[in-house]
């Protein structure tokens, strides 16, 4: 399943997008109401709290005949689709230099020795939707980075979990831009969760995908374009430690929860590390795009006042 939220009103709605048909959305909570029933969830979070009992009556629910009629069925060309994660559980969980090819190219950038892959996290309110603008505040930051990711969202509860067991912890799977404020992030003596955690500069979505549909999280292809350019072209292959590792060692004495969100790295490609570097500018466009997930498009956008 793929499974969004969306703005009705002023209310945050569930949708899951029609089964072979990517260009309609089932209104969860409208299909509830003409069954005469309340919907499994109201949110993605709280559906992956609810457990396979709350996914497998959303998917009786969305497979039903009477999934149909305009006010249930929903183009998604008319919607306003929102972070499907906002907030996560608990800040992101956010994996450094995770690529082979990233990891050389920040190395050959700040003239050092190529370092292992870092954990860090990135503020809940980091977070945006997947075609939100993002505002960049001169004032506040004139080296404003990409960075496509494989988004990993967690749907059980875990500590000091093994590698074997891992991939039963995982949820599904989303695309996140880890933009990043590089002149922040070095700032004072290296600030990684300062400079990733500017409000609404990280885009999540268009979607969660539920695991089943991915069949090997390794082999997808990323690819980050600004202004029609391809800046970044990767694939999960490249990764230092696979998203199995990944789980295992966030886990260690540290319990993970449902709803987690965990990006898992970029490619090389990045900004900073281009000859001359490159950083986004307002009228600037960014698109995410991981394979079999989905795509991301995020204009860049100027403060209306400076900081």
Not at 105 to 115: I, M, N, T, Y
């Amino acid at each position: 399943m793929r499974l969004l939220m969306f703005s009705q009103g002023h209310e945050r709605r569930l949708g899951a997008l029609r089964e072979g048909d990517s260009g309609e959305v089932v209104d969860v909570l409208e299909l509830a109401r003409s069954l005469g029933s309340e919907p499994p969830a109201r949110d993605v979070r709280t559906l992956i709290e609810g457990g396979e009992l709350a996914l497998n009556r959303l998917r009786e629910l969305v497979s039903s005949r009477k999934a149909s009629g305009p006010t249930i069925v929903r183009r998604l060309a008319g919607l306003h689709l929102l972070p499907p994660l906002d907030p996560p559980a608990g800040n992101v969980l956010a994996i450094g230099r995770n690529y082979r090819s990233h990891a050389a190219e920040s190395a050959r950038a700040w003239g050092e020795p190529l370092k292992p892959p870092t954990v860090f996290t990135k503020g809940q309110l980091s977070v945006t939707g997947p075609y939100d603008d993002i505002v960049i505040d001169p004032a506040v930051s004139q080296q404003i980075d990409w960075e496509v990711e494989l988004g990993v969202v967690l749907g059980r509860r875990g500590i000091n979990v093994k590698p074997a067991d891992a991939m039963r912890h995982v949820f599904g799977y989303t695309v996140i831009n880890d933009v990043s404020a590089r002149d922040i992030q070095n700032g004072w003596g290296g600030q990684y969760f300062k400079g990733k955690s500017l409000d609404r500069s990280s885009p999540v979505g268009p979607w969660v995908v539920t695991a089943d549909e991915i069949r090997d999280p390794q082999q997808l292809r990323l690819r980050l374009r600004v202004n029609g350019e391809v800046k970044q072209d990767g694939n999960t292959a490249d990764m230092i430690y696979p998203v199995a590792d990944l789980i295992a060692w966030l886990s260690i004495g540290m319990s993970l929860v449902p709803g987690n969100l965990i990006a898992s790295g970029t490619p090389d490609g990045v900004g900073f590390a281009r000859t001359p570097p490159e950083f986004l500018e307002p009228g600037d466009t960014m698109e995410s795009e991981v394979e079999g997930i989905g795509s991301l498009r995020n204009r860049i956008v100027a403060a209306a006042s400076r900081a």
